[in-house]
Structures are given as structure tokens and as C-alpha cells.
């Protein structure tokens, strides 16, 4: 499908940004660490108590640079194909890569690989020098030595301080290969490559087995092949491509390329999931990007476009928040209220990290966010063990419950009211009936009602009660839904806050209302605000069938793109958290939910595909639908869809058969596996057959 000749998976240029924040980041949901830098992360070790709690700054051995005496041509190249950064010199005499990746499948592994190629053969050897700016410190953990393990150093200690007073401090075991000053390639040899591991691990045991997993698996010569074979899988299943701008293409291809990263592999235990920051793994010490906690960023803006495709690491978030279920509680009663509050800012225990109390206090909209993935999952995958032995239906009663206690009611609208609270425009506080807030909160409550009924589990009727008669600001004459009670129409707005009523909480109103909401909260919402927010606009107007102004918004997040590796900023000025993964994902929902019109119901899988001129093709492939997977191709007037054949040895679940249900005829389309259909360009669903009603429980 690609047209251009330039591959638009590949980021590469002759310099280095002169910002070292926007060096990309190497991660894969456990370890993350941006190149050539000092420090790295692992996924759930923090330090410092509550406010104070950020990521643990680990060590890096592989903060190396290679240099070569003679001169040379320089390039830096990030692959997106296969997660791999390299730094190449080529001289008349030698080309020497220098190849770093956090690997895909093993990801307690940390890959460094030097790889010299003679150029023209001489009988002199060619020494390249390997330059270390790395100690055996940090600032988090107080590491002692212990014994070489199988010729690699070896260190181990615990943070400083736990998360919860009184607790555990988490340990950290490293191993690496010692590193040499410098590389050879003697005169009889025309190439040679040299191997550097770093693993990381909470228990000497598991260390060594990881450490042992990486020698074994270079030895064999499958160290990096095993790490390719990973990253081809994640594409396989994943893929978003469009015929148009090259840096439109490199803009969606960075984005799944980031958020992906971000996520454990297919294989991993997601018990060892340690949750998305905003700005990943990569970052988060103390005094930056958010300390590395977990907000309503990894839910709402960021695990959409992943639970899209892959069910297995959209549960891994939301185990993630069944872990936390002790400390939600805890923060629940310490607000003096029934139920699940889960924290603004969170880290392991769940228990609240946030460093300002206002927050954890009163942006209690985080609750209603994580009730929404969680009823996206269900009706992705029907998978309704999630919700027994997997706990969910304990997430989803215990934040209605705690909505339920949150509420006041007031005699003289006869609606219930939430009070004194921060809506997801932080430029207010302690405002009364934040529309975004009570939204979501109706919404909560009546996916709570819906659950009951699947599990049959008496419901109790206030939930059913409290989400009928739940105050939903509306101003019926200006016919627009102003952010709060004594909101002013024209005040300045931070970020996406009302305009979030259509999508992704999908909140019924008339078109009208949906164009005034977009009109009027766009001209005062901050241009410098945070990169997300023009996503959610982008998906406004395709709703309302404007594919242009759509794109002219969607267009502006081009500013918050630092090249060359497509590194995203929070802030179009450079500012704010860098790798800023919210960003991302607001604007990949742009093109998986706003483009394709994608909505996750109940009922079906809705579609309403709509692209603007400079794009003629937009491919969605790998859409996981009750365990089918589905390739989407929209074009100007036409639009394919195929479900893939599955594998007889694949061992993934009996997936449901399906159909198209077009909108404006009505007609229905199965949908054979192995079979695509085409039709003109409209709207319909893709929904569980009618004859197919063993395979969906609702």
C-alpha cells in the first residue's frame, strides 16, 4: 500500500537532538531507558513515601558512546520495525554499528551489540573506542557489590523508602557484562560482533536466571532474532498505515510504536506489569514527568487503541487496578466515604501518590475512567471471567458504591449533585457538578447495574436510582453543556474536558449540541495545553462528518512532535513530560476511533469510516473482536473489511462468527474467515451472528 519510497517505519538522521529529553526511549513494559543515558527504570520500583514516591533512577551500564579516531560519516537510526537504535560510523577503512534495544520477549534484558564490518582489506587492525559514563549509583537505591555471576558484575540493594510508611522496600538485582574500553578487529578478520547484557531483576534467583536466559540465548545466535521475532508479532497484530504525508504516516507508525513499548509482551506474566506513566518507562524520577505515577492518562487516553487490538494486554492494565483494590479502599475511607477511590496519581499500592492533596481529593473523575476500560474490555471480548475470578466486578460495584456515598441530593432540582470537585480542566477546583465528572460517574453506576445482571448479582437499587437522577449540566437555551454549575461561556478551558461527552463517554445529545460544544470550547482551550486535547476534537468533528476541519486540528499535535525520532512533548513548546504517551494516544484515538468511527458497544463493533483528502487509504489491521481478528481498508468510496483465518494450532479461543449490519439499507454481510467484503463507503456495525448466540453472553 505504501507509495512513497521512504519507509516511514524508519527514523534516522546525521545528529543527535541537541535536547537529550527527546533521544528516543527504549522500553518493553518492564524495563525502559532512553539511549545513551545514565539512568534507567523498572516497572513498579519506586522510592520515597507517598507524595514524595517516584520511579527508582537504576544504573545504566550501557550508557556508552562509541567513538573512532579517523572521520567518519555518523547516522542514527531508529527502527520501529524491530525496536532496535543504532549508531553507525562508516570511515574508508570500517563501518561500525553500535546496536542498543530493550528486548521484546525477555524483558528483564537490556541488549548493547558492537558490530565492525572492514570496508577495503588491509592487514592493520581497526580499534573503535567505547566511551562509559557509567557508575554503580543511585540516588534511590543503596547498592552493595556481590560475587561476579558467569563473568558479569553483579550489584543488589532495596530503595530508600517505601511507597507506604511502615512497608516493604522494593529490592534490585543487576548483572551486567563487564564493558571493555574498546573493540578489535584483528587482521585476519572481516567483521566481528561483540555482545553487552544488562539484567534486571527483584531477586538474585531471578536475576541469574535472566542473565543465563541472555548468554544462552547469544550463544545461539538468537539474542537479537528472538527480540525481532517478538516485534514482528506485535505488528502482525497491530498495524495502522495510510496512503498520504510521509510525516502523517510517521507520526501514527511512532505512536503505536511508543504505546506499544509501553506494554508487557504477549507472553510475560501480567502480574509483573507495573502500569503507563505519561511519559513511560523511560522517564519519571524525582522532579519529572510526573514522578512516573499512573494516572487517568493510562486508562482513558492511552489503553483505547491498545485493548483495540490486543485483550491479553488490555487486561494487563486492568489487573493492573484489581491490585490496587486494598489501597483504593484505604483512600475511600480516609475521604469518609463507602466503595473503590482510586488515586489520581498511583504507583503499586494504589493508595494516593499524588504530591498536591487537591488532586487526590477532588479529581475524583479518575473512578469513572477506570470503570470505562473496564466495560470496553467486556464488550471487546465477553470475557466474563475477568469480572469473577479475576476481580473486576469488585472494581465496578466498589466505585458505584463509593459514587453512591459521593453524592448529595437536592431537594429543589430533585437530582443528586457531586460536589467540590476538580474537573479534567485543572484550571478550576472545588467546582460543583463537573459535567465530565457526573458523566462518567452515570456511566459507572449503570455499567455496575449492567454487571449485576450478567453475574447475577443482586444490584442494589440506589446505584440504578443515583445514575437516573444525577445532575448532567445542560444550559437549554444557549443549547451547550457548560463544564460545571457556574461555568462561563468564554472562560478559558485547559484541556479536553466537555467536548469528552460525545467521545469517549458517549453521551446522547443532538448534532447540535455536539457542534456547539466543539465550537465554543475550541476557540478557549489553551493552545499550549496539553497535546491530547486536539485528538478529542479531531473525533468530534468526523462525527459530525467533517473530515477537514477534523484534520486541521489533529494537524496542530505536529508541534508537540520533536524529530527526529518522533518523540512527543506535553507541550508544543518542548515543554512538560517528554515520551508524553497521553499524547500519543490522543492522537492514534484520532485515527482508530475517529477516522474508522469505531465505537465499542454492547450491541457491536460500530463503524462510521470517513478520511480526509490528503489521505486516500487508511489500513487498520488486527482489530481483535470477540477473538476474531479483523483488516480494515477505508478509502474514498469504498471500505473492505476481513476477518482472518485463524490458525488450527493458534490456541487462542473458538472466536464468534460475525456480520456487517449496514446502516443505511439494513443489509446484512457475513463475514467468512479468510473472505473480505467490500462496500460503499457508510456507516453500520460489525456484530455476533445471529445464529452464533452460544458465543456472547449478553
Known amino acids: 500500500m505504501m507509495t512513497d519510497p521512504v519507509d516511514p517505519y524508519i527514523f534516522s538522521s546525521d545528529t543527535l537532538p541537541s535536547d537529550p529529553r527527546f533521544l528516543p526511549p527504549l522500553a518493553n513494559g518492564r524495563l525502559g531507558w532512553r539511549v545513551f543515558g545514565t539512568i534507567m527504570h523498572m516497572g513498579g520500583i519506586y522510592n520515597g513515601e507517598r507524595g514524595a514516591c517516584h520511579r527508582a533512577d537504576i544504573p545504566c551500564p550501557l550508557a556508552v558512546k562509541m567513538r573512532i579516531e579517523e572521520e567518519g560519516t555518523h547516522s542514527y537510526t531508529l527502527d520501529t520495525h524491530t525496536g532496535i537504535f ?20 525477555y524483558p528483564n534484558l537490556l541488549v548493547m551489540e558492537v558490530f565492525l564490518q572492514r570496508q577495503k582489506t588491509t592487514e592493520e587492525p581497526i580499534t573503535v573506542t567505547l566511551e562509559s559514563s557509567f557508575t554503580p549509583y543511585s540516588d534511590d537505591i543503596t547498592f552493595q557489590n556481590a560475587p561476579d555471576y558467569k563473568g558479569g558484575r553483579h550489584i543488589f540493594g532495596q530503595t530508600k523508602s517505601p511507597e507506604v510508611p511502615g512497608g516493604l522496600s522494593p529490592s534490585m538485582h543487576l548483572i551486567w557484562t563487564p564493558l571493555t574500553t574498546s573493540v578489535t578487529l584483528l587482521p585476519d578478520q572481516s567483521q566481528s560482533r561483540w555482545g553487552f547484557l544488562v539484567a534486571a531483576a527483584e531477586s538474585s534467583e531471578s ?3 535472566c542473565f543465563d536466559t541472555g548468554l544462552e540465548l547469544f550463544e545461539h545466535g ?59 518507562l523511560s ?11 499512573v494516572f487517568w492518562d493510562q486508562d482513558t487516553w492511552i489503553y483505547p487503541s491498545i485493548a483495540l487490538f490486543y485483550p491479553k494486554l488490555a487486561r494487563a492494565v486492568l489487573d493492573y487496578r484489581v491490585r490496587t483494590i486494598e489501597g483504593a479502599k484505604a483512600n475511600a475511607e480516609q475521604q469518609g466515604y463507602k466503595g473503590l477511590k482510586f488515586p489520581w496519581e498511583s504507583a503499586v499500592s494504589g493508595q494516593e501518590v499524588c504530591p498536591d492533596d487537591i488532586y487526590g481529593q477532588q479529581e475524583i473523575h479518575i473512578n469513572g475512567d477506570v470503570i470505562l476500560a473496564f466495560q470496553q474490555y467486556l ?26 456515598s459521593r453524592v448529595t441530593w437536592n431537594p429543589e432540582d430533585q437530582h443528586y449533585h457531586i460536589r467540590g470537585v476538580m474537573p479534567p480542566d485543572e484550571y478550576y477546583y472545588n467546582v460543583d457538578n463537573s459535567v465530565y465528572t457526573n ?4 456511566n459507572s453506576l449503570q455499567f455496575a447495574v449492567e454487571l449485576a445482571g450478567l453475574l447475577q448479582h443482586p444490584a442494589p437499587p440506589e446505584w440504578q436510582e443515583v445514575a437516573d437522577k444525577l445532575k448532567i449540566p445542560f444550559d437549554e437555551e444557549l443549547k451547550y453543556h457548560p463544564e460545571f454549575d457556574g461555568y462561563r461561556k468564554g472562560s478559558p478551558v485547559k484541556q479536553a474536558d466537555a467536548v469528552m461527552l460525545g467521545y469517549p463517554l458517549g453521551l446522547s445529545m443532538s448534532l447540535e449540541v455536539r457542534r456547539n460544544d466543539l465550537e465554543w470550547y475550541e476557540t478557549v482551550t489553551d493552545p499550549h495545553g496539553p497535546a491530547m486535547t486536539w485528538g478529542m476534537f479531531a473525533v468530534g468533528w468526523l462525527e ?66 470517513l478520511i480526509p483528502d490528503e489521505m486516500a487509504v487508511l489500513s487498520v489491521k488486527g482489530v481483535n473482536y470477540l477473538s476474531n481478528k479483523l483488516d480494515l481498508l477505508v478509502e474514498k468510496q469504498e471500505v473492505s473489511l476481513a476477518v482472518r483465518k485463524q490458525a488450527e494450532d493458534s490456541g487462542s479461543e473458538e472466536p464468534c462468527p460475525l456480520e456487517i449490519v449496514l446502516e443505511s439499507s439494513g443489509k446484512i454481510i457475513p463475514l467468512i474467515p479468510g473472505q473480505t467484503v467490500t462496500f460503499p463507503r457508510q456507516a453500520g456495525k460489525i456484530k455476533k451472528q445471529r445464529s452464533s448466540s452460544y458465543c456472547w453472553p449478553l
Open 86 to 105: 543504532t549508531h553507525s560510523i562508516l570511515t574508508s577503512r570500517v563501518q561500525a554499528s553500535q546496536l542498543f534495544y530493550a528486548h521484546r520477549q
Open 207 to 209: 536475576v541469574q536466571a
Open 222 to 280: 538468537d539474542l537479537q532474532t528472538s527480540h525481532l521475532r517478538a516485534w514482528a508479532e506485535l505488528w502482525l497484530g497491530s498495524r495502522v498505515e495510510l496512503a498520504g504525508p510521509l510525516p502523517l504516516s510517521r507520526a501514527v507508525i511512532g505512536c503505536m510504536f511508543y504505546l506499544l513499548s509501553a506494554f508487557p509482551s504477549l507472553t510475560e506474566a501480567p502480574s509483573l506489569f507495573g502500569g503507563v506513566s505519561p511519559g513511560g
Open 283 to 293: 522517564n519519571g524520577g524525582q522532579g519529572q514527568d510526573y514522578w512516573g505515577h
Open 379 to 404: 464488550y471487546l471480548t465477553q470475557d466474563l471471567e475477568m469480572f469473577k475470578e479475576g476481580r473486576g466486578s469488585e472494581v465496578v460495584w466498589g466505585v458505584a458504591d463509593y459514587w453512591v
Open 439 to 442: 458523566s462518567v460517574a452515570k
Open 544 to 609: 459530525l462528518s467533517e473530515a477537514q476541519k477534523a484534520q486541521q486540528l489533529l494537524d496542530k499535535c505536529f508541534e508537540n512532535i520533536q524529530g527526529p525520532f518522533q518523540v512527543w512533548s506535553e507541550s508544543s513548546d518542548g515543554s512538560g513530560a517528554v515520551n508524553f504517551l497521553t499524547g500519543m494516544g490522543g492522537f492514534l484515538q484520532a485515527f482508530l476511533f475517529g477516522y474508522t468511527g469505531f465505537r465499542v458497544q454492547k450491541d457491536g463493533l460500530y463503524f462510521a469510516p
